[in-house]
């Protein structure tokens, strides 16, 4: 660590209720530390803790929001967190980049448009640090396909900023969806930040006299069609397939553990329909408390043996603590993390279709290799320049 870097800023959505973005700032933030920086902050772009606002992704209201026309949902994502920006968001950012010397703008699906939301959050952010002098770091993101014309024309500023030092990107898809939004960028590829979790989580001994755990992480379909690149139908994703995957599971000897990864929307879904449909079936399984820290979602994955996930950071949790693990790819950011680890028989178009190939699998139970977090931490210290 040379001596001109002393305050690194993590800037992304640290405190949202998915806790795979919080894995993901735990992470960086881990990573910083043991390469020697004095002072990490957290930078919330959606300002969750500057400017508390009370919504629930899970209620009635969000299914209202849902189903407002497209320029509907933008003017209110736009309204709210304009007025967020206006009211303390600004001086939370003034306040976090003050005095930095890096501003990683870090993992996640962040370069994506979903109503113009983080457009328009990493626009504000970028005008900040313009003003504060603080060079950008844009940091593993991965880059969605589909684009409004605002959500382009807000992401092109920030990616045409004379305050943007560097860009790299999670995966292939990202790096060719990057370059049909900036022509002129050479993004770099740099692994998910949540890969380097082992560094977070003491693995447990597993007890061979306690049931082997089968965790499955379930999510809303409805809610991950809204911000994915692809339509998944209820067909392949429904409850009577949720239903085989909990009984093949159990017929082969496992545990099931149901959990989501916090998502306000999953819990619903996980509570309101799943647990008790399965209840009327008559099958066996435990459904986990809502985890409350991106460490508590590790920790539990850390005591799997054998995990079925459609949330990407499940699924990357999983494969940096060696615990085997399949996917649905409800988007395509899920089929290229699989092929950046050279695994692509590992995910699915649906459930349906990885239940086939699941009792063979629980037979087979092979674990991943573990990534290499040395090699891991040199790529990001070579990326940042630390």
Known sequence: MGEACK????AAVPFSDNLGDGLIALNL?????????????????????????????????????????????????????????LLGGRAHLRRTLGGADRVLVGGGQLLSDVDANFPFKLWLLTIEAERSGVPIYITSVGVASRWSWLGRRL?????????????????????????????????????????????????????????????????????LNHSSDLANADAGNSLDDLALTVRLATEAGYEVRLFTNGAAEDEAFLHGQLAPDLTRRGLKF?????????????????????????????????SALGVRSLAVAWDGKVRAFFNLMGR???????????????????????????????????????????
């Open 344 to 386: 692509p028989e590992d995910v699915f178009d649906d459930l349906a279709t990885l239940n086939v190939k699941l009792p063979q699998q629980l037979a087979d139970g092979l674990a991943p290799e573990r990534p290499n977090i040395n090699e891991l931490e040199l790529l990001y210290a070579r990326f940042l320049k630390l």
């Open 286 to 318: 435990s459904v986990e408390p809502r985890f409350s820290q991106p460490s508590d979602l590790a920790d539990f994955i850390a005591g799997a043996t054998f995990l079925v996930a459609y949330r990407l950071h499940a699924n990357i949790t999983a």
């Open 29 to 85: 933030d881990s990573m910083l530390r043991r390469m020697g920086v004095d002072n990490v902050r957290l930078c919330d772009i959606s300002y969750r803790r500057a400017i508390p606002f009370n919504k629930s992704k899970g209620s009635g209201l969000f299914e209202i929001y849902l189903a407002a026309p497209h320029p509907v949902r933008q003017a209110m994502v736009m309204a709210i967190f304009g007025m967020k920006y």
């Open 7 to 10: 305050t690194v800023v993590i």
């Open 155 to 223: 992401i092109r500023k920030v990616l045409r900023s004379p305050a943007l030092e560097a860009i790299s990107v999670r995966d292939e898809v990202s790096r060719a969806n990057l370059t049909v939004l900036d022509p002129t960028l050479d993004p770099v590829i740099l692994p998910d930040p949540a890969l380097m979790s082992a560094e977070l989580v003491k693995l447990r001994r597993k007890n061979q006299a306690q049931p082997v755990q089968f965790a499955l992480g379930v999510a809303s379909i409805k809610t």
